[in-house]
């Protein structure tokens, strides 16, 4: 790997990373007005055709029909595809009612959780940094589970452990990232166009061809999940796991900044203090990763 490529693939994760930080979090937030069951309506909607459409541009559908040729991949892709829809649904209703600060959390403790699941499920071997980092995190979630049950955050628990389980079952199949998603989205279509066509009959949606600006902005739900993630995937392949697994903390980080300091969202000394041991934790991990990736692991 030269170092332009690698630090190409850098550029991409962090753009993807920040996409997901800063401008998803905007986006949503900005379109919540329609509530959050329309708008994980419209991303599953949208994010369809947004994948029909790379998927034609990339020439990819020959690699379409392979992947639904096998029916293991059909099955575990119906199942991930709940999994993703479920991260989507929890996320938007994170952002929608003033808890993006929770969900922040989520993704704080998601790749770490991936680590745990791993040992669990396929006897990934855990090193001491990475059984440290996730003794930390048990330890944060039972801090605010004893002293303050209510503000445990339970939405970003959910956006973790369902991000977490979605990983475990792509690992069980090999398949590229976003024609894997198309499937998965393709799978949920039905289930989106079913809700959105209730939202519409008894009067609950605000999409619609009257107003042409509004309809475009929701529309951009699909490429607002999509490219960020072309981005962060052809940052892996040009960088590795390692290093792109340290860029992704932007996502939370910017969150997390942008739930406290933009939305002024409240932030308890109780929760502070379970960040505290949270960070602790990914300092562990951002260190394992660094020095697998310095010496080549």
């Known amino acids: ?10 550029i991409f994760a962090a753009t993807g990373s920040l996409w997901w930080g800063v401008l998803g979090v905007i986006y949503f937030e900005y379109i919540s007005f329609v509530g959050h069951i329309e708008s994980v309506l419209h991303r599953a909607i949208w994010t369809s055709l947004f994948l029909v459409i790379t998927t034609s541009y990339l020439s990819k559908w020959s690699i379409f029909f392979e992947i639904i040729k096998i029916k293991k991949n059909l099955v575990t892709l119906f199942f991930s595809g709940l999994l993703i829809f479920t991260n989507w649904a ?15 959390f989520g993704y704080f403790i998601m790749p770490i959780l991936s680590v745990f699941l791993g040992y669990i499920f396929f ?9 440290v980092s996730i003794c930390f995190v048990l330890g944060s979630i039972f801090f605010l589970l004893i002293f303050n049950y209510q503000s445990l ?3 970003g628990l959910i956006v973790a452990l369902s991000w977490g389980f979605y990983n475990l079952l792509r690992k069980k199949i090999s398949v590229d990232t ?3 998603l198309l499937v998965e ?22 999409f619609n061809f009257s107003n042409i600006s509004l309809s475009f902005i929701l529309l951009l739900a699909g490429p ?41 969202e409240a932030f308890s000394m109780i929760k502070l203090i379970s960040f505290i041991i949270i960070w602790f934790a990914v300092i562990v991990y951002l260190r394992d990763l660094y020095e697998n990736n310095a010496s080549g692991v």
Not at 1 to 10: A, H
Not at 186 to 201: D, G, I, K
């Open 224 to 264: 607002m999940t999509v490219i960020p993630l072309f981005l962060y995937v052809r940052g892996v392949e040009l960088s590795g796991l390692g290093a792109t697994g340290m860029i992704f903390y932007i996502t939370p980080t910017f969150q997390f900044i942008l739930g406290y300091f933009y939305y002024n």
């Open 178 to 180: 976003d024609i894997g």
């Open 90 to 104: 929890v996320w938007i209703y994170a952002v929608s009612s003033d808890q993006i600060i929770n969900a922040s």
């Open 123 to 131: 006897k990934e071997k855990l090193n001491v940094k990475r059984i």
């Open 153 to 155: 955050p339970w939405v």
């Open 1 to 10: 790997m030269s170092s332009s490529e690698f630090n190409k693939g850098i």
């Open 185 to 206: 989205s393709l799978f949920m279509l039905p289930f989106a166009l079913v809700a959105f066509y209730v939202l519409t009959a008894y009067g609950l949606n605000d």
